[in-house]
């Protein structure tokens, strides 16, 4: 069964810290794995996503690491801000492997809060 | 530029009843998704499309629910009988095929109250 599984699910995190979330996955064929981040009633918005082919893929403040062997991806938020505080979803698709036809399994979210 | 449009943002319906959602996606985006998502949770997919066809549905696709998407541009999702079960957020997305990979944008979603 296709599945991803998401932790912590909620994160309360010092401004200017470092906030990780991690996931992990099951289905060896998905090869595509995106991050998006949710603010209360809007939709999930794409920040950051990777290949298997990388084992780490850095955007601004936001980093993803990937592990293929473990199966396991993090999403790492440098010098984190109040105005980061969201819903933080990982997904996992099938889309180069499978022909492009697979939607995206969500994680569970992580509700990620930035005290200042 | 726009994004993804979808309305009604918000609607109540008794139980029972048949509700319709509106999707326009980013033009030229061919490859057109449904998803389900509840307080707390993630999204869960529900139907994808390519251009007019339906290529997949989620086995949480009941027979109460139809998609169409027509002309291969705007997509309509269908819920009949409505149950409280049903009550959640729909988000509509979209994306196109292409070297530069799925990267998937989502509407601000329709909100469904069942009462």
């Known amino acids: 069964q296709q599945q991803v599984k998401q932790s912590p699910q909620s994160l309360i995190v010092q401004k200017g810290g470092i906030s990780i979330i991690n996931c992990a996955y099951e289905n060896t064929a998905f090869d595509y794995f995106p991050w998006y981040q949710q603010f209360p009633g809007k939709g999930p918005a794409l920040l950051i996503a990777?290949?298997?082919?990388?084992s780490e893929k850095k955007e601004g403040r936001f980093t993803i690491s990937f592990n293929k062997s473990a199966k396991q991806f993090s999403l790492h938020i440098m010098d984190s801000q109040p105005g980061d505080s969201a819903t933080y979803f990982c997904?996992?698709?099938?889309?180069?492997?499978?022909?492009?036809?697979?939607?995206?399994?969500f994680g569970k979210g992580t509700h990620l809060i930035i005290q200042p | 530029d726009t994004g993804v449009s979808q309305n009604p943002r918000h609607k109540i319906t008794k139980r029972g009843q048949n509700v319709t959602f509106r999707c326009d996606p980013i033009?030229?985006?061919?490859?057109l998704y449904w998803y389900r998502q509840t307080l707390g949770q993630g999204p869960e997919f529900l139907t994808y499309?390519?251009?007019?066809?339906?290529?997949?549905k989620s086995r949480l696709l009941s027979d109460r629910f139809s998609a169409e998407r027509p002309k291969g541009s705007f997509s309509t999702l269908e819920i009949q009988r409505t149950e409280q079960g049903d009550s959640a957020m729909y988000l509509c997305?979209?994306?196109?095929?292409?070297?530069?990979?799925?990267?998937?944008?989502f509407g601000e979603g329709s909100w469904l109250t069942v009462v």
């Open positions: 990777i290949r298997p082919d990388v």
């Open positions: 997305a979209s994306s196109s095929t292409g070297i530069a990979g799925n990267t998937i944008y």
């Open positions: 997904a996992a698709s099938a889309f180069y492997s499978g022909g492009g036809a697979d939607g995206l399994t």
């Open positions: 033009s030229e985006h061919n490859r």
């Open positions: 499309f390519q251009n007019e066809a339906q290529l997949e």
